[in-house]
Each structure stands twice: as C-alpha cells, then as structure tokens.
C-alpha cells in the first residue's frame, strides 16, 4: 500500500520522478538520487521517519495516509469537546445514532437559512426606507 501512496501522490501533482527529486530535495535539504526515489515507489526502500514527515508535508497529506494507514488525506485534531460529543453518539443504539445524524442534518438546513434570512430582513429595511427628496426639484 506504502509504495502506491507514493507514486499516487507524484503522479497526482503532475511531476516525474527527476521533477519530484528536484523540488523535494531542494525544498527539504535532501540529496535523494533518482534511484532512491524509485526505491521508495517501488517499495523496495522504506524511508526514514523524518523523510516521512517531509514527504507527507510535500504533497500535504498526513503520515498515515502516506504510508496506507488510513484513505483520510489529512488527519484530523478533534477538540477534548468533540472528542466528548463523539462519545456520547457512539455510546447510543444504532437508531438513536441515525436520529442523531438526521437531527444534525435538520441543525445544519437551520444554520445554513440564517445568513439568507438577515440577507432579506436587510433588503426589506433598504427598499421600505424613505428616500431623501431633493430641495431642487
């Protein structure tokens, strides 16, 4: 899965490998040879930890996903509050969970119609303010 991820993500960006090494090294210091490189897509190399975290920099992905871990390309840092929230769902029966979901749906709908609603609250005060009329004419 390791090696896939690799040359995926090159691919993706639009790069050779000569165009990847050049950028790479250059951005992070390295001296990866062509060879080296095609090692690693191959997975006949396995990279050091701190070459990891540069190449998931690169293509600004987690370490992870990288390496086959997980198919999320950035991880994600939950508050201790949703970490909380999430815990009180998983703690629910697969019913109350699927209520749970629909609810949220509906909050969402709610939460998207506010902006619109104050949109026009304002457009209704705009068109129904007195016009000042000229003293000319």
Not at 8 to 35: D, H, P, S, V
Not at 49 to 62: H, W
Not at 118 to 135: A, D, E, G, L, M
């Amino acid at each position: 899965m390791m090696k896939s991820r690799f040359k995926e993500l090159r691919i993706k960006t639009g790069l050779t490998q000569a165009e990847f090494r050049e950028k790479f090294n250059a951005r992070f210091g390295r001296t990866y040879t062509a060879a080296a490189i095609s090692q690693i897509e191959t997975g006949k190399r396995i990279p050091e930890i701190s070459t990891l975290i540069d190449f998931a920099d690169f293509y600004e992905v987690s370490i992870d996903y990288l390496i086959g871990r997980d198919d999320y390309r950035v991880g994600v840092v939950l508050t201790d509050e949703q970490n909380e929230f999430l815990k009180e769902i998983a703690e629910l029966d697969e019913d109350s969970r699927g209520e749970c979901l629909e609810y949220i749906s509906f909050l969402k709908q709610k939460q998207e119609k506010k902006p619109q609603a104050v949109k026009s609250s304002i457009s209704q005060i705009i068109s129904h303010r007195p016009r000042k009329v000229s003293n000319y004419g």
